[in-house]
């Protein structure tokens, strides 16, 4: 469906195991069969080279260094933007992205420590300047997410396998980050997965009947 309006760019954030794959899925599920022109995306992975790019960084079958794992991240998104983003956009429809530019903030610059101001630079440039109209913050205790990665995994990516300080870095960033915006929607990421997807679906909503 192509709508007449220009599109709505919605990215979801949270740590691993936060519940935003499932909440994703749930909120193109009720909002396509509201009739709205819904699109389901995610970084890393989308494209055909995100796929392999995806392998390469949950895998880690070699040394990949932070700078290193970053730009794939990196490259990820800008093939993203350039072959999915911008023409969906274009075409005016809600894009749901499970993961986007600020990942890479918090993975890789509150996580590894790289330089925050490099990583919003490249980010940027990869983007064309387009920034997300709203982000969705599903925020959870590591604990939680720590049980629930080890309920649905039979192996972990090279992220799940990371320290509980690491860990609890993202979650620092993640909030700081957040924090400092005005166009995030914070859900509470205990709470059941109807609870969180409606209240995502409302803002959402709201948002594409303010365009
Ligand atoms: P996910 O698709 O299951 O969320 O897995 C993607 C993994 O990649 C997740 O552990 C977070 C990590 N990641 C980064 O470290 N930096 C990034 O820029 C992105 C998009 C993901």
């Given amino acids: 469906m192509v709508s007449r309006k220009k599109g709505l760019l919605v990215s979801i954030e949270g740590i ?11 909120l193109v599920a009720t909002l396509s069969s509201a009739g709205l022109p819904v699109l389901l995306t995610k970084e890393p992975g989308a494209t055909q080279l995100g796929t392999i790019l995806r392998a390469l960084v949950q895998k880690k079958e070699m040394p ?22 911008i023409p969906a956009l274009e075409q005016g429809k809600i894009i749901i992205s499970d993961r986007m530019a600020d990942s890479s903030l918090v993975y890789q610059g509150y996580g ?14 990869t983007m064309n300047g387009i920034t997300p109209d709203i982000t969705i913050y599903v925020k959870v205790s590591a604990q939680t997410a720590f049980k629930r990665i080890i309920q649905r995994n039979a192996e972990f990516t090279s992220f799940e396998k990371e320290q509980a300080a ?41 948002s594409w009947n303010a365009l």
């Fill in 64 to 85: 990949i260094c932070s700078k290193a794992e970053y730009l794939l991240f990196a490259a990820d998104r800008a093939q993203h933007f350039e072959q999915i983003i």
């Fill in 112 to 125: 590894r420590g790289l330089d925050k101001t490099m990583i919003t630079q490249v980010n940027s440039w």
């Fill in 16 to 26: 691993d195991g936060s519940g935003k794959s499932t909440l994703a899925a749930s």
């Fill in 166 to 206: 690491f860990i609890e870095r993202l979650i620092i960033g993640f909030d700081e980050l957040f924090a400092a915006r005005t166009n995030t929607v914070w859900c509470d990421g205990e709470q059941t997965p109807e609870h969180i997807s409606d209240y995502a679906e409302r803002s959402i909503i709201s």
